[in-house]
């Protein structure tokens, strides 16, 4: 949670004329690759530390605990970096070509969301930030500091200020031509730059996002509980995933696009042009049953410079699990069986779910294991799948729907 990049060049010619460098600006972050750029000030964002402390004294956050730790500095650029001036607002097109949630028919096969199918973006992002940012503070003369993602900056808001679009119902970022698909990137300045007005709402009476949204995340529009998100379910959260979400998770092993894919905007979106964010051929859809057999030397590879890899192989292993429990394939057993003794508790507790599922008498035929289970967690699992500590079968029916 650290800006990433510090830059204090020396002045080494007179800035131009706001006009020819905001010009100049367009072109450099063009030719570096950005499809879209404009400018705002740190005051521009007046309603979002409200709206930030609203979202987080409803617990919205849930373990992200590091929203909460510097939320003043997240609601306030001019509190992060007293010196900032200017806010150049960059948005890199990721448009996936064609609608992400086809693949949720093939269960066999597990949903790796758009962004996450090719290299990762925050190095994507970082290094053509960084270039511009090169640029700028030799042409200003002036300090600048570079931010993509991690950084206690709220990219939406200020993007939407900015001009790249409105934030939608679904809280993203909506472009009239990117849709959906735009990742974000700020460079903070301490030059003057010609700001841009804001982006209005093109949302009217639609609701389609909030309407695709599989666990009901959005209490209202414009909010979003990120407790019931399946992108902060099998990507943030470390520990299992609550029982209630399970189903509803189906074949998505990492993140979630169909809040974002169900916006009509992206009828103009675009196929992203950078060639390092273009899905790789082994990510489009890899077969549950190939990933139930990763040990961390394969997750490690199978995900190198990917951002699934951040997770560690451990979580990813408990999202394959819980989509092989929705997949129903039979062929998975012996695999799911093979993870009930897998040393990660995580693993463990998600293989018993998913055994459940798949073939719960061959689950009650492995119940000596629950004698010998320490963790609470994974003891858990068991109780809940029916077992109890004398290694029997009590009750294998069980409910996992929504509340
Ligand atoms: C935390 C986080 C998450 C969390 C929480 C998401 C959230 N909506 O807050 C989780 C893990 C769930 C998540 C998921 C995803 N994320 Co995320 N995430 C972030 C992060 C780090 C911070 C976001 C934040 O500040 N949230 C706090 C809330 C309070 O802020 P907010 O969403 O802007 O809330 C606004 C609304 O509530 C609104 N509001 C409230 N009331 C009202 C009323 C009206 C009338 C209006 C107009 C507005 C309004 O005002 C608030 C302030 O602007 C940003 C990067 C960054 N540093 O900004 C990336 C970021 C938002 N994520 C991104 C992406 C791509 C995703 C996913 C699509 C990934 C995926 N495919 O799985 C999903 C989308 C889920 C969704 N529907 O939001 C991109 C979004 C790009 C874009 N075009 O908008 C970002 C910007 C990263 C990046 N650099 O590109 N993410
Ligand atoms: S990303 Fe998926 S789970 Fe999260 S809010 Fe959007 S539709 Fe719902
Ligand atoms: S789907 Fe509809 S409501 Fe949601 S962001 Fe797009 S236009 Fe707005």
Same mark, same amino acid.
């Given at each position: 949670?650290?800006?990433?990049?510090?830059?204090?060049?020396?002045?080494?010619?007179?800035?131009?004329?706001?006009?020819?460098?905001?010009?100049?600006?367009?072109?450099?972050?063009?030719?570096?690759?950005?499809?879209?750029?404009?400018?705002?000030?740190?005051?521009?964002?007046?309603?979002?530390?409200?709206?930030?402390?609203?979202?987080?004294?409803?617990?919205?956050?849930?373990?992200?605990?590091?929203?909460?730790?510097?939320?003043?500095?997240?609601?306030?650029?001019?509190?992060?970096?007293?010196? &900032?001036?200017?806010?150049?607002? $960059?948005?890199?097109?990721?448009?996936?070509?064609?609608?992400?949630?086809?693949?949720?028919?093939?269960?066999?096969?597990?949903?790796? #969301?758009?962004?996450?199918?090719?290299?990762?973006?925050?190095?994507?992002?970082?290094?053509?930030?960084?270039?511009?940012?090169?640029?700028?503070?030799? =042409? =200003?003369?002036?300090?600048?500091?570079?931010?993509?993602? =991690?950084?206690?900056?709220?990219?939406?808001?200020?993007?939407?200020?900015?001009?790249?679009?409105?934030?939608?119902?679904?809280?993203?970022?909506?472009?009239?031509?990117?849709?959906?698909?735009?990742?974000?990137?700020?460079?903070? #300045?301490?030059?003057?730059?010609?700001?841009?007005?804001?982006?209005?709402?093109?949302?009217?009476?639609?609701?389609?996002?909030?309407?695709?949204?599989?666990?009901?995340?959005?209490?209202?529009?414009?909010?979003?509980?990120?407790?019931?998100?399946? #992108?902060?379910?099998?990507?943030?959260?470390?520990?299992?995933?609550?029982?209630?979400?399970?189903?509803?998770?189906?074949?998505?092993?990492?993140?979630?696009?169909?809040?974002?894919?169900?916006? /009509?905007?992206?009828?103009?979106?675009?196929?992203?042009?950078?060639?390092? $964010?273009?899905?790789?051929?082994?990510?489009?859809?890899?077969?549950?049953?190939?990933?139930?057999?990763?040990?961390?030397?394969?997750?490690?590879?199978?995900?190198?410079?990917?951002?699934?890899?951040?997770?560690?192989?451990?979580?990813?292993?408990?999202? &394959?699990?819980?989509?092989?429990?929705?997949?129903?394939?039979?062929?998975?057993? /012996?695999?799911?069986?093979?993870? $009930?003794?897998?040393? #990660?508790?995580?693993?463990?507790?998600?293989?018993?779910?998913?055994?459940?599922?798949?073939?719960?008498?061959?689950?009650?035929?492995?119940?000596? $294991?629950?004698?010998?289970?320490?963790?609470?967690?994974?003891? =858990?699992?068991?109780?809940?799948?029916?077992?109890?500590?004398?290694?029997?079968?009590?009750?294998?029916?069980?409910?996992?729907?929504?509340?």
């Amino acid at each position: 949670m650290v800006p990433h990049t510090d830059r204090s060049p020396e002045p080494t010619r007179p800035a131009p004329a706001a006009s020819g460098l905001k010009a100049s600006l367009i072109v450099r972050a063009r030719a570096e690759g950005f499809d879209a750029v404009r400018v705002t000030g740190p005051d521009a964002i007046p309603a979002a530390p409200e709206r930030l402390r609203s979202f987080l004294d409803s617990g919205f956050q849930g373990s992200m605990a590091w929203m909460a730790e510097r939320a003043e500095q997240r609601g306030d650029p001019r509190i992060l970096w007293p010196d &900032v001036r200017s806010i150049v607002m $960059l948005g890199l097109n990721y448009g996936p070509g064609s609608d992400p949630r086809l693949g949720l028919e093939d269960r066999a096969g597990g949903l790796i #969301s758009a962004y996450a199918q090719g290299d990762d973006y925050h190095d994507v992002v970082k290094k053509k930030l960084k270039s511009l940012g090169r640029w700028l503070g030799e =042409t =200003t003369g002036q300090a600048l500091k570079v931010f993509v993602d =991690t950084a206690p900056v709220m990219e939406k808001p200020l993007a939407a200020a900015a001009g790249l679009g409105w934030q939608g119902k679904h809280t993203n970022l909506v472009s009239r031509e990117f849709g959906s698909w735009l990742f974000l990137g700020a460079i903070f #300045s301490a030059a003057a730059i010609e700001p841009d007005g804001p982006e209005r709402d093109h949302c009217g009476s639609c609701r389609a996002c909030l309407d695709a949204c599989p666990t009901a995340a959005f209490p209202a529009p414009y909010r979003l509980d990120a407790r019931r998100c399946i #992108s902060y379910l099998t990507i943030e959260n470390k520990g299992p995933i609550p029982r209630r979400f399970r189903a509803a998770i189906g074949n998505r092993i990492y993140g979630c696009d169909d809040c974002l894919a169900a916006c /009509p905007w992206n009828k103009f979106a675009q196929t992203a042009r950078e060639q390092r $964010l273009a899905a790789r051929a082994e990510l489009r859809q890899p077969r549950l049953l190939d990933l139930a057999r990763l040990d961390d030397a394969g997750f490690r590879a199978l995900f190198a410079r990917n951002p699934v890899k951040r997770i560690g192989r451990d979580r990813f292993m408990r999202n &394959v699990l819980v989509a092989l429990g929705n997949g129903g394939d039979g062929a998975a057993v /012996p695999a799911v069986e093979r993870l $009930l003794r897998d040393p #990660s508790p995580l693993v463990r507790g998600a293989a018993i779910w998913a055994l459940s599922r798949l073939a719960p008498e061959r689950l009650a035929a492995a119940s000596a $294991l629950a004698v010998d289970e320490t963790d609470g967690e994974v003891r =858990t699992e068991w109780c809940e799948a029916g077992i109890d500590f004398q290694g029997n079968a009590a009750n294998l029916s069980h409910s996992d729907g929504l509340p």
